[in-house]
């Protein structure tokens, strides 16, 4: 996660004029030494930034040698104030103060890294020969291009990329195209100057003009660490030329020693000449102090070869941003400048926005008088050497005795590297796939599972390194996408056994985030902060910005707060296309403690450890026909294979473990459903004997038939398995095992005796219809009773004598025959001849006499019998048959004649009947008496006459 702060160059100067000069090998030669100071910087803290290509004036990592191509961004000196111009050389005349900004290197969108170093107290110490067509005696140069003389080595390690290929030159230029050399001016001459730079963040939409940086506001300086400078030029040392380079550095920190490490020297094999560092009193513009001298301890290489080059060594200069130089050329030397920075950016996805540590890398050989192994040991100093400690740094190089930037001093792990460019990643991996994996704060053998509880607190030990450092962490809880106060842990320090233990507390808004599922991924953000160069404590910790010292991790890791899914399923097959969806129910869930997670059909929510009650509701009166059964299994999502929590299936009770996540599953099974109904009488009276069809578009063929079990069960308590009808009673009808649909039930055979029922009853059987009891939940539709009313007929006939003549007073017997033809006596009837107005309860209802009208008699077949005979005429006992088969008959007997008695026989024991015939005969001899009287008194006057 570490970013480097470069800037390529924008800015295209000619180099400056440099005259090739006949002269000779020993001092006609323009020599030259580029001095390249780097600062080790700090960048901005609490400051937010989008990602960015990194740009800057540094050497291309393809072009040249340098092992410190990403981390040294050069400053150019174009633009710098206080200069004239003669002869296309930029001078700084002695006595003036030149200003210059580098080419500011965009660390993100609208935030832009930049230096400004200040030349002043420039001294011409030695004037040297005139050249043509300058006019100024005294100052020096800026903006030289290195590699304008074909030794210098500085070219071979720090260049654009466009003259050179891995540090070999591929055309007719040795140039770098870095105008970064400040350097004397006459040939020959020497001068002192002093240098400080101070490093910054600027912000601005787009890349800033640098005659704008002076007055650009808001700008925030970085802590300075150090510097490096190079001997960049090829430097002869002969007794006429003696170049050299000098360097007084002037400590950043009072309290820290400055130290010196070589960090390359690029030379030609087979060069014999040495480049050599020695500790000792330089002079400088404010008198004589304690510096490093630069020089070689013989003629250059490319004296000796004109397609070699160097030597020229590199030198990095701790704990200082200001220093005094001199530069002493046989023909020409100059110094550049550039700021080394290493920085650490997080990787989490660019929602949660930039966090970037600026870090000073701790170092590890290549010391000047060190004491490791890979330090450099002083030895005899070259030829003329001033009194001090001397190091071979050719030497040096050649057994690999160089400097080596290795892991932060405050850092959180054990390994830091330095980041190139902002790269935003959805799993926070960038990171660790460029450079060196240094996401190593957290143990390895934590799975990044965090197992906890909202308003619990959660702790989890780092490895970390530094002296009087704030540690924080952050995780995003709520999971949304950005990191919060509410979110940040307790902010603690790294303790001297080289750990930090970090205590969150879980917000109430924490939510559950997996690695894998139907949720994403959730981020921890660790940072450490550490006491600043200039002194200053460790800044506090926050989750975005950059931090003047320290490094940030960011990691995907998994909240495993107890979970609940709950979801709803529908087993229809009962229920056909009557059925419900799972939508139609309300699932919910009750913890003992906390507020109920409910969803239609179904919902995901964090539920507190504990009790959760699960229930079900619905709004439609289907609901009560589904047995539901709930299991409860971890989820799928939850990289859990055996779960702690517990399902209690009597209290529909689920006992949820601390961080798991479960998933319940209530499966609503649509109960088969069964019809029933009664066929009665019009008394409601259950007959047997009926037979039914039963129409559905779920059945088999449409239809089924259905006749009462009661006919075929021989008598039995049950009915046949593969028996339609389930209730053995008579008359009781119970059609089991039925799809939810719609039903018409039609009668096609009735009771014998009874008329056929001939309406149809439609009715939709489904999950609304009641149970049969608490026990038995089977949706029932009761179709009640179906009545059957009796088949009734009539019989008629009339009594007459042999004319014809109706006969009244005959009184017969009507008996019902059974199914074998016998009178069932006890049933007998009597049937009497019914005048003027029928009595109640009189079976003939014909008042005419001797015309009788028997309705209402019922399926079945009667004997009819006289068993009295009008007055006067004789019994006529011929049993008759009366079969009443269909409803309405009407059976007429026709005219039952009576013959009249021979002798009718006087009744003496008077009565009504003998009244009668005293009358009827009274009547007889009056009318004869009177007829008699008339043929007499005719045949008297026949004889009057």
């Known amino acids: 996660m570490l970013r480097r702060l470069f800037t390529r160059s924008d800015t295209t100067e000619s180099t400056s004029a440099r005259h090739a000069l006949r002269r000779s090998r020993s001092h006609r030669r323009r020599g030259a030494a580029v001095c390249a100071l780097a600062l080790a910087g700090a960048a901005l803290g609490s400051v937010t930034l989008p990602p960015p290509p990194a740009e800057a004036v540094h050497g291309d990592p393809a072009g040249g040698l340098g092992r410190f191509a990403p981390v040294i961004d050069w400053i150019d000196w174009t633009g710098m104030t206080g200069t004239r111009t003669e002869s296309g050389v930029h001078i700084l005349p002695d006595g003036t103060t030149g200003v210059a900004w580098s080419t500011p290197t965009q660390v993100s969108g609208d935030i832009w890294h930049t230096s400004r170093c200040t030349i002043s107290n420039v001294v011409t110490t030695s004037v040297g020969r005139n050249e043509a067509g300058l006019t100024t005696r005294r100052g020096i140069t800026v903006g030289y291009n290195t590699g304008t003389w074909r030794g210098d080595g500085l070219a071979r390690l720090y260049n654009n990329g466009a003259n050179y290929r891995n540090g070999v030159a591929t055309g007719g230029s040795t140039q770098s195209n870095l105008l970064i050399g400040v350097g004397n001016l006459q040939d020959s001459s020497a001068q002192q100057f002093q240098m400080s730079c101070r490093s910054y963040l600027v912000t601005s939409s787009v890349r800033p003009d640098k005659s704008r940086l002076e007055s650009i506001p808001n700008k925030v300086e970085l802590p300075m660490e150090g510097m490096v400078f190079a001997d960049a030029e090829a430097s002869n040392w002969t007794n006429a030329s003696k170049e050299h380079i000098t360097v007084s550095p002037s400590p950043y920190d009072a309290n820290r020693d400055v130290s010196y490490r070589l960090l390359e020297t690029a030379q030609s094999a087979g060069c014999g000449t040495s480049s050599w560092g020695g500790l000792t009193t330089v002079s400088t513009p404010v008198g004589n102090r304690n510096g490093i001298k630069l020089r070689t301890d013989d003629s250059e290489c490319s004296?000796?070869?004109?397609?070699?080059?160097?030597?020229?060594?590199?030198?990095?200069?701790?704990?200082?941003?200001?220093?005094?130089?001199?530069?002493?050329?046989?023909?020409?030397?100059a110094v550049a400048l550039g700021v080394v920075s290493y920085i650490d950016y997080g990787d989490a996805p660019g929602s949660y926005g930039t966090a970037g540590s600026v870090y000073q890398p701790s170092w590890n050989g290549g010391q000047l008088s060190g004491y490791g192994t890979l330090d450099i040991s002083s030895q005899r100093g070259p030829a003329q050497a001033e009194n001090g400690t001397w190091h071979n740094l050719s030497q040096a190089a050649r057994q690999q005795r160089v400097a080596s930037a290795g892991p932060a001093v405050v850092r959180l792990g054990e390994l830091t590297d330095n980041d190139q460019s902002i790269v935003y990643s959805a799993d926070a991996s960038a990171d660790d796939t460029t450079g060196t994996d240094d996401e190593d704060a957290l143990p390895t053998s934590w799975d990044r599972v965090i197992w906890t509880?909202?308003?619990?607190?959660?702790?989890?030990?780092?490895?970390?390194?530094?002296?009087?450092?704030?540690?924080?962490?952050?995780?995003?809880?709520?999971?949304?996408?950005?990191?919060?106060?509410?979110?940040?842990?307790?902010?603690?320090?790294?303790?001297?056994?080289?750990?930090?233990?970090?205590?969150w507390t879980v917000p109430q808004d924490a939510k559950r985030a997996t690695l894998s599922g139907n949720q994403a991924t959730t981020f921890m953000r660790l940072r450490i902060t550490g006491p600043l160069a200039n002194g200053q404590a460790a800044e506090d910790p926050q989750p975005t910005g950059i931090a003047l010292n320290g490094e940030v991790e960011d990691h995907p890791v998994q909240v495993q707060l107890p979970n609940l899914t709950m979801t709803k399923t529908v087993d229809n097959t009962a229920a056909g296309a009557l059925g419900l969806s799972p939508n139609d129910w309300t699932l919910s869930a009750t913890p003992a403690n906390g507020t109920a997670a409910?969803?239609?059909?179904?919902?995901?929510?964090?539920?507190?450890?504990?009790?959760?009650?699960?229930?079900?509701?619905?709004?439609?009166?289907?609901?009560?026909?589904?047995k539901p059964s709930i299991a409860c299994t971890p989820h799928a999502s939850s990289d859990l294979t055996e779960a702690t929590s517990s399902f209690d299936d009597a209290t529909s009770t689920l006992h949820l473990a601390t961080g798991e996540w479960m998933h319940c599953t209530i499966t609503n099974t649509a109960q088969?459903?069964?019809?029933?109904?009664?066929?009665?009488?019009?008394d409601n009276n259950p007959l047997a004997g009926t037979v039914f069809t039963l129409a559905a578009t779920s059945l088999t063929g449409g239809q089924v038939t259905v006749a009462d079990c009661a006919t075929d069960n021989?008598?039995?308590?049950?009915?046949?398995?593969?028996?339609?009808?389930?209730?053995?009673?008579?008359?009781?009808?119970?059609?089991t095992n039925l799809t939810w649909d719609q039903y018409t039930l039609t009668e096609t055979q009735a009771p014998t005796g009874y008329q056929l029922s001939m309406v149809p009853i439609t009715k939709t059987l489904d999950g609304s219809a009641p149970p049969v009891s608490a026990t038995d939940t089977t949706p029932t539709l009761d179709l009640g009773h179906i009545v059957n009313n009796p088949i009734q007929g009539t019989a008629t006939w009339t009594k007459t004598d042999e004319t014809g003549h109706p006969l009244q007073g005959s009184q017969w017997s009507l008996t019902p025959l059974d199914a074998n033809g016998h009178p069932v006596t006890d049933k007998t009837r009597t049937v009497t001849d019914c005048t003027t107005t029928c009595p109640q309860g009189s079976l003939d209802t014909n008042t005419r006499p001797g015309a009788f009208t028997l309705p209402g008699?019922?399926?079945?077949?009667?004997?009819?019998?006289?068993?009295?005979?009008?007055a006067g005429y004789t019994l006529d006992a011929t049993p008759r048959t009366i079969a009443i088969t269909t409803h309405d008959q009407v059976i007429d007997l026709g005219a039952i004649t009576n013959r009249r008695t021979t002798v009718p026989a006087i009744p003496l024991t008077g009565g009504s009947a003998t009244t009668t015939y005293l009358i009827a005969g009274g009547a007889v001899l009056g009318i004869t008496a009177l007829v008699m009287a008339i043929q007499a008194r005719k045949r008297r006057r026949a004889l009057d006459s």
């Open 857 to 870: 008699l019922t399926y079945g077949t009667y004997q009819l019998t006289e068993t009295k005979a009008p």
């Open 303 to 333: 004296y000796q070869d004109e397609s070699s080059y160097g030597p020229s060594s590199v030198i990095f200069i701790s704990n200082t941003s200001n220093i005094s130089v001199e530069v002493k050329g046989g023909g020409k030397s």
């Open 598 to 626: 409910t969803g239609p059909g179904g919902f995901t929510s964090y539920q507190p450890e504990g009790d959760t009650v699960l229930s079900e509701s619905s709004t439609s009166p289907k609901a009560a026909g589904y």
């Open 672 to 682: 088969a459903g069964q019809i029933t109904w009664t066929k009665t009488d019009q």
């Open 453 to 503: 509880d909202i308003g619990k607190q959660w702790s989890q030990q780092i490895t970390c390194s530094g002296q009087d450092t704030k540690v924080a962490g952050w995780i995003d809880w709520n999971h949304d996408g950005a990191f919060t106060p509410t979110e940040r842990s307790e902010v603690t320090t790294c303790t001297s056994q080289g750990t930090a233990t970090l205590t």
């Open 714 to 735: 021989g008598g039995g308590t049950t009915c046949p398995t593969d028996s339609p009808d389930q209730d053995p009673r008579p008359g009781y009808f119970k059609v």
